[in-house]
């Protein structure tokens, strides 16, 4: 993903003075949702609003889980060299999950499309699968699942699911807009497994969104086929949030009786029908579980400052696929 926005990250995150991340009150289960914070293609390095956010997981906010929803690295380019894809995943888990490791902070990701696309040719054969392969054998290493419970590695690091305590969580490929019908029975399934069953909160991620909400984001091959469907058959599981990346636009919605959390990241694209100006964010969760209550802090990466709902983001959006209304979960 080549953000809009990305540079002026940068040198908003050279010259600000730091600043101590808030910290709000925690619930039961708290969670951070960070993804789209790659590069340019075949980059090595991260922006420097990344390592802030690592610091603030690693020393301050201290969830249960970090949700990674894709574009973890910058794929998705047939011009560069093989060994650049391995080197890559090695700058993102010196980055970000060799942090997260030994503080004892579980991680869990989605692949995105240019960590490695689903995309397939005229033949059948995906047209990444260098980034595929590169991906599979970062990931399938041990250490990747530790601190998670209940893993099920059905196609890690594609499609899995695992528990974390009283969340159960469901993967999907969504590093391309098609999700058919194999794919979508396999969701099912899992949803009806007693692992989620017996779970006090069932989340899904996956990278594509399935409403388009920023502009240059908002049209087909951006979000997924068929969104309507599946967000019905997620209802019907008991579902309560899909998490997704890849818009490079955060906002926290409802879509009918489903929550929406679109991702941020570092980098953003202005969201559809609003004349705030476009933001990198990462997510704060805290959810108590008696009754469930569940609050949603957003802070810009860069100067770590929080971002109220009111000024960041309009009442409702006029999506591609849909009208999702802001979520009361997130927090002013």
Known sequence: ?????????????????????IDPPRGDLR???????????????????????????????RPDLVLLPGDLVAGQSRALPDDRFPAMWAAFDLAVAAPLREAG???????????????????????????????????RESHRLAGLDGVAVDDHPFAWSFRQGPLFVAVLDASGPVLDEVERAWLQATLRSPPARSASL????????????????AHEGEVLWRAEALRDLLRDEGVDTY?????????????????????GG???????GSSAP??????????????????ITAFEPAGLTRLAADAAAPASIEAVGGVVIRSPRWAD
């Open 243 to 263: 998490v997704s990346g890849h818009q490079a636009a955060f906002y926290a919605g409802r879509w009918g009786d489903l929550e929406l959390l679109f991702a």
């Open 1 to 21: 993903m080549l953000a809009i926005a990305v540079a002026a990250c940068i040198v908003t995150a050279a010259h600000a003075q730091p600043t101590p991340p």
């Open 278 to 295: 476009p933001r990198s964010v990462v997510a704060l969760v805290d959810v108590d579980l008696a009754p469930l209550d569940v609050r």
């Open 105 to 139: 902070i579980a991680y869990a990701a989605a692949m995105g499309n240019h960590d490695g696309s689903k995309l397939r040719d005229a033949d059948g054969g995906y047209v990444f699968a260098r980034e595929r392969e590169a991906a599979a054998a970062y990931w």
């Open 266 to 272: 570092v980098g953003a694209r202005p969201l559809l």
């Open 202 to 217: 069932r989340w899904v991620m996956g990278h594509l969104p399935l409403l388009g909400i920023a502009e240059g984001r």
């Open 31 to 61: 969670l951070v949702v960070f993804g789209d914070f790659n590069g340019p293609y075949g980059s090595l390095d991260y922006p420097a609003a990344v390592a802030r956010t690592v610091a603030a997981i690693v020393d301050v906010w």
